[in-house]
């Protein structure tokens, strides 16, 4: 069982940055698919960004050239810098993990086994 514990979330103006992490119970990150997704009140569950056993990244579109996601080496944590923030970029970010079977990593249309808890974002305009 793989445990996911984010953090980093809370409030940012419109234009400003915040860097989400998120920390895993077990070395998995070279045979795991990661990701962030986010959730909004009344709407799906939006993947962000997710990376492969390689480090190879995908974005949603909303995500291209502001956020940024990455591994920390030697260490089972994967981050989420987030650029350029919008109002739209608020909601509950969650951290996830799954089996890597190769190839690059969805962030929609995918399952994923492991959740964190989530960390809020809040964006002020």
């Known amino acids: 069982q793989v445990q996911l514990l984010e953090s980093g979330g809370g409030s940012v103006q419109a234009g400003g940055s915040l860097n989400l992490s998120c920390a895993a119970s077990t070395t998995l990150w070279a045979t795991y698919c990661v990701a962030w997704f986010r959730e909004v009140p009344g709407k799906e569950r939006e993947g962000v960004a997710s990376?492969?056993?390689?480090?190879?990244?995908v974005y949603a579109e909303s995500a291209k050239d502001r956020f940024t996601i990455s591994k920390a080496n030697g260490k089972n944590t994967v981050y989420l810098q987030m650029n350029k923030v919008k109002p739209e970029d608020a909601g509950m970010y969650y951290c996830?993990?799954?089996?890597?079977?190769?190839?690059?990593?969805?962030?929609?249309?995918?399952?994923?086994?492991?959740w964190g808890q989530g960390t809020p974002v809040t964006v002020s305009s």
């Open positions: 990376l492969d056993g390689y480090n190879r990244p």
């Open positions: 996830a993990a799954d089996d890597w079977l190769g190839g690059l990593c969805a962030v929609s249309g995918r399952s994923y086994a492991y």
